[in-house]
């Protein structure tokens, strides 16, 4: 129930228990779907079109011989409700491939805040710090630069409208669509105006159906809707179990004339106890400091909580005096996909094409994913325009773009590093020797492959990790809050722009909330009211001292960390109605 049947664009659906017989959905024939204007999505997208402009121009100036590409119907699908509005990063980026794609992107206007001027790493205990006497490579970021990649991907959605590309806000694919012959057809969109009950209300729009000769999945971080295709078309088979990194981080608006913009630094240790993970501080014009942190997820505490973390951060006494007058104006946070090279799945099938965080097409030791993410975009668009030339897209034809992605810096970036995640959580210190390995043999260390665990099967009990008081401990309260630096995390979500319809059905499932009860709190004290950073997730007291878990799900940052790491995998993120989630402007 509640599902259209792949195949079939008209007849009869369900709705919760509501069931027409006539309900029209509408149709658009497409040549292109791209799901996600991300900056993996706009950058297929700019590239695709850009490829077509060059070869007609070719042909009309008489360079080559042949017929001009007749205007392309290529679509980009955004859930959020503007480009850019669920763009969460650092973020410090590497910008060869915005030189590639767009070079004269400095006259062009992309909002950068900021070159790089400075960069360093440093240790810290709870009350000093050890600045390392030389920056380590993986930490030197002179020729990047510092962005709000909220404010990237929009630029970007200017750029690719200008050029043609129909790009579509608000409307969140919820449906892949195949053929008899598991071909990728096209994707359906989601139906607007459910109730709780399941029923449609007197603003109901059926979502549409878009049948594409191609569909280029570019959801970003955890893609929903990817994780049904790739289970269905055994897309991983073979591949290392994706992992993830969670990261959170502030915007710290500080007193005129007290911050030096283009500072970049990066911290061990400190607040972090029983999860391996760091920090970073960006520094940008208008007197802003960039405050984050970042924790992996295959961490064996049930209670890490990297909302309270970043605040317990902000005690350091170096921290401390860095944002001594500041004030919070922005929040948000995100998973990073860490697996890499070993955990990136199948790329391509008939009729589709995966780009960028969907894929792991992250770089974990240098924190860095957007290029890459652009890179496998730009070398998706390149392989959709042979495609189109060839009006073939099967399988034969769409694996020219792994051939792409193996022969670029795509694979040299994250081939280098294809062991890193695996061998640091085995701990800060006694995977340095190993990683130290690793940097002499080129990324293969004493085991290529190493192996990988999915986060959710790392969780310890939290009397093993903590004790019999676990939930008591001083590590695990948060500062008290003063609603200028430190914040509950209700208050932190109010600052993310988060909206989603109240009457409306959850999109966060949890399959048996009995296993919150009578097994996952009284063993791992419910890590989802923990290591969610937007305050969904809460067990309340209910009849003989046993307690039931609430689910805000309006407060949802679509971060996706519950569906990741649930010890009992018994929640699953999907979709909610398009145009609801986080609205980031800053970050």
């Not at 001009?68 to 990063?89: D, N, R, T, Y």
């Not at 890459?372 to 959709?384: I, N, P, R, V, Y």
């Not at 790392?458 to 609603?483: F, H, M, R, S, Y």
């Not at 919150?516 to 989802?528: F, I, V």
Request: proline content about 6%; glycine content about 10%; overall charge negative.
């Amino acid at each position: 129930m509640g599902k259209l049947q792949p195949s079939a664009f008209s007849g009869w659906f369900y709705l919760g228990d509501f069931m027409s017989e006539h309900i029209e959905r509408e149709e658009m024939e497409c040549d292109v779907v791209i799901v996600g204007a991300g900056s993996a999505g706009l950058s297929c997208a700019i590239q695709l079109q850009k490829k077509i402009n060059d070869y007609n121009e070719a042909i009309s100036s008489g360079k080559i011989q042949g017929e001009e590409i007749p205007e392309q119907m290529i679509v980009v699908l955004e859930k959020g409700a503007e480009v850019g509005a669920h763009s969460f990063s650092g973020a410090v980026m590497n910008p060869t491939a915005l030189s590639e794609l767009i070079p004269d992107y400095r006259e062009k206007g992309c909002p950068i805040d900021s070159d790089v001027k400075e960069d360093a790493v440093y240790y810290l205990g709870k009350t000093y710090k050890i600045k390392a006497p030389i920056t380590p490579p993986p930490f030197q970021n002179h020729g990047n630069l510092i962005v709000s990649i909220s404010k990237v991907n929009r630029w970007l959605g200017e750029q690719a409208e200008e050029m043609g590309i129909n790009i579509f806000p608000g409307f969140a694919a919820v449906e892949c669509l195949y053929d008899e012959n598991n071909k990728v057809i096209g994707v359906r969109t989601g139906d607007r105006g459910i109730g709780k009950d399941g029923q449609p209300k007197d603003n109901f729009e059926p979502g549409m159906i878009l049948k594409s000769k191609l569909t280029i999945f570019a959801e970003g971080t955890r893609g929903s809707l990817f994780k049904q295709v790739a289970k269905k078309l055994n897309l991983r088979e073979g591949k290392n179990a994706e992992v993830f990194e969670e990261g959170v981080k502030e915007i710290i608006q500080m007193p005129e004339g007290t911050v030096k913009p283009g500072q970049v630094f990066h911290t061990l240790g400190y607040p972090l106890n029983e999860t391996i993970g760091g920090t970073f501080i960006y520094t940008i014009p208008g007197d802003k400091i960039l405050l984050g942190l970042v924790g992996y997820l295959d961490t064996n505490d049930p209670l890490f909580d990297p909302h309270r973390e970043l605040q317990r951060l902000k005690q350091h006494p170096w921290i401390a005096e860095m944002t001594k007058g500041g004030k919070v104006i922005a929040y948000g946070g995100k998973t990073i996909p860490a697996g890499g090279w070993y955990s990136m799945p199948k790329l391509y099938h008939d009729g589709m094409m995966v780009v960028g965080d969907t894929a792991s097409m992250v770089d974990v030791q240098k924190l860095k994913g957007i290029h890459l993410a652009m890179k496998s975009g730009m070398l998706a668009g390149e392989t959709a325009f042979e495609a189109i030339a060839q009006q073939n897209f099967t399988e034969k034809t769409l694996s020219l773009y792994e051939e792409k992605v193996h022969a670029s810096y795509v694979k040299k970036d994250l081939y280098r590093v294809r062991n890193f995640h695996q061998t640091l959580s085995k701990g800060m210190f006694s995977s340095m020797p190993l990683i130290a390995i690793q940097e002499m043999t080129g990324g293969r260390g004493l085991k290529d492959p190493m192996p990988m665990h999915e986060d959710l099967k790392t969780t310890e009990p939290a009397v093993e990790v903590w004790g019999p008081d676990a939930l008591n401990k001083e590590e695990n309260q948060i500062p008290k809050p003063d609603n200028e630096l430190f914040f509950d995390k209700l208050s932190s979500v109010y600052m993310t722009g988060t909206y989603h319809e109240e009457d409306a059905p959850s999109h966060l499932l949890v399959a048996d909330t009995d296993i919150c009860r009578t097994a996952c709190e009284p063993k791992y004290k419910s890590p989802c009211n923990h290591f969610c950073p937007a305050n969904v997730y809460e067990m309340t007291d209910a009849e003989a001292g046993s307690k039931d878990l609430v689910v805000n799900y309006t407060n949802c940052i679509h971060c996706k960390t519950c569906d990741i790491k649930c010890p009992f995998d018994n929640i699953t993120w999907t979709v909610p109605e398009g145009g609801g989630g986080p609205n980031y402007t800053e970050c």
